[in-house]
């Protein structure tokens, strides 16, 4: 794509979110220009490649906020008037300028968006920046560890449980809940030396005492799910493996957010940050 085709994407997209991405080129033009300025003309022009599709995705989240009025035109306009956002516009951009993984460029855009609802000094806020630099070190393949374990320890069906679900019921139902959750990681890789960089990029911390039981992680007070029972057995099989080092880690705010991100990608569901002011 090339910059100018930017104002096509802002016309395309409309709204509050078609004037956000230009602004949001207007700036992100003069960073690339600086950040790379002692590059080739190839690898500026790939850097701006990848800046261009980054910013679709972002255009795309924007006007999804805009429409289900989750974010007013007026925040999105000023948005970009207020320092403390733009110092994490321009860590998203100039880190997806740096990567031709559009996984990656999506987890960006959602970064950015999200935090289109949030205060500046949020915890929302301040570990978004930290999460956008965690995403230029991390692979992928490691965004989506954290994406599975934020579903092991942070993420639940809302409301949990439901008031009609019972001792007997409970068992079908979490498990239905739970093979759509796990599916998408069931061939990743969970390696030491993953979960050792993941430490280093603080969104995770490894202890090496703990050992939890996977039935344990899902249970309410007197319901209890068998993980043996998984009727996805080569599923089961697969997050057994992957457990027996996931279950030494706690997730950091930083690893939450990113694997909330990563999360909703793969799922096109939208988890809110509630408490997170």
Known sequence: MEPLSII??????????????????????????TYFKDHNE??????????????????????????????PKEVIDAAQNHPDFTALLQKALLTSA??????????????????????????LALGSKMA???????????????????????IRPNRYPPFFINETSF??????WLIVRLKPYQNISCRQIDLTHLESLSCLK??????????????????????EKMTDPSLKESMKTIWNNLQKIDLTT????????????????????????
């Open 254 to 277: 930083t690893g939450q957010i990113i694997g909330v991100s990563v999360s909703d990608l793969l799922l096109n569901t939208s988890t809110t940050f509630d408490g997170w002011e």
């Open 171 to 176: 068992q079908g139902w979490i498990d239905s």
């Open 206 to 227: 490894i202890n090496a005492f703990i050992e939890r039981g996977l039935n344990g992680m899902f249970r309410k007070e007197n319901l209890i799910y068998d993980f």
């Open 8 to 33: 096509a994407l802002g016309a395309a997209v409309g709204g509050a979110a078609g004037k956000f991405v230009e602004k949001a080129w207007d700036s992100g033009e003069k960073w690339i220009k």
């Open 98 to 123: 740096q990567t031709d993984s559009k996984d990656k460029h999506t987890v960006l855009a959602r970064l950015v968006s999200e935090r289109l609802k949030s205060k500046p000094e949020s915890i």
């Open 132 to 154: 956008c630099d965690a995403v230029a070190y991390a692979t992928v393949n490691q965004l989506m560890i954290l994406g599975l374990a934020v579903n092991f320890f942070a």
């Open 42 to 71: 190839v690898a500026q022009q790939k850097a701006t490649e990848n800046t261009m599709d980054f910013l679709n995705e972002l255009a795309l989240k924007v006007k999804a906020l805009e429409a289900s009025n989750q974010v």
